[in-house]
């Protein structure tokens, strides 16, 4: 029978700090390595007998995943907010932390999390990317709004960022100092080049071979256009490691925190451990579905009827299009609505 080593990896960014364990406990090796390729590959080489690793996610463990896995056995990457509720401890530092992580593994109380592959990782990052860019670009209009206001000009709101009117109003200020026309030209400059990047970036996402199929297939869905189904596509990964939609939703975000004692339930506001991108991107994609989908603008309406606030009837139909996007995207057929008996 082979015997395994425990390896806890407690990972940072220029240093990996290493415990090697048996499975009684004992501690075969304790080092701390530089967070380089290199060194990594020949600390993994170095350790003598196969082995099972675990580390903390954090904002660099792709990378050190990527390096170490194919020497390990197997290799997992932990929850941080369940390895800190399972590890609370009154002393912390580096080595501890390898020691912990190499005890919960060995034990097998080593809370893993989903890890997505090289290229899940790498479009993920492409969206997100383009997240950032559509908010600067909102940044760049709502200060080229701000601008013309402190100077008193007059403007049409809705026709501020084409580009005819708004060479057409450079031309017409008057008692405008030439310090605010040359802002304002920078940041209108500013917002075409943000506003074209983010959608060069969705239009390559969308026709991305690996995942053309799957957001096309998304998309059936009224009222789900191409920022919902890249987001659903790219932040879910494996839809089948959700086993209802209720567990989906709760990922999600789109359902509140429960805390029960001695029989009595107490349900607070939603819940801060979610995928925070998936939450607004559903929100929002929940205020606007009603116009283009009957059934969720039946939902809507009968939340509303009930009592509800526009903020809770768009929860309610934020959780129904997660059931549709699950159940696409399980099946992997198009949406067929529900017909009416």
Sequence with gaps: MTEYYYVGLDVHKKSVSCCVKKADGQIVDERSVPARREDLV???????RPWNGCMEATLFSGWIYDTLLPHAASLEVGHPLMI???????????????????????????????????LERELRRVLRYRTLLVRVSTRMKNKTAGLLMEVGAEYVKGRLHGKRYFASLLETLKDTPESVKE???????????????????????????EIRERVERLMTIPGVGPITALT??????DPHRFPSRKHAASYCGLC???????G???????????????????????KLAPRWNDELERLYANERDRGANPNRATLAVARKLVGYLLSVDKNGHHFEPRQAA
Aim: aromatic share 4%.
């Design 232 to 237: 659903w596509a790219l932040e879910i990964g």
């Design 84 to 118: 800190k509720a399972i590890s609370a401890s009154k002393r912390k530092n580096d080595r501890l932390d390898a020691r912990t992580l190499a005890d919960l593994l060995r034990c097998d109380l080593f809370p893993a999390c989903y890890m997505p592959s090289p």
């Design 183 to 209: 802002l304002l030209q920078m940041t209108h400059g500013n917002m075409a080049i943000f506003d074209a990047a983010q959608k060069r970036l969705v239009t390559e996402l969308q026709n991305h071979p």
């Design 256 to 262: 509140s925190a429960q805390v029960e004692s001695a």
């Design 264 to 286: 009595k339930s107490k349900r607070g506001p939603l819940s801060k451990q979610r995928n925070k991108h998936l939450q607004s991107v559903l929100i929002e994609a929940a």
């Design 42 to 48: 020949a600390w993994a080489e170095s350790v003598g």
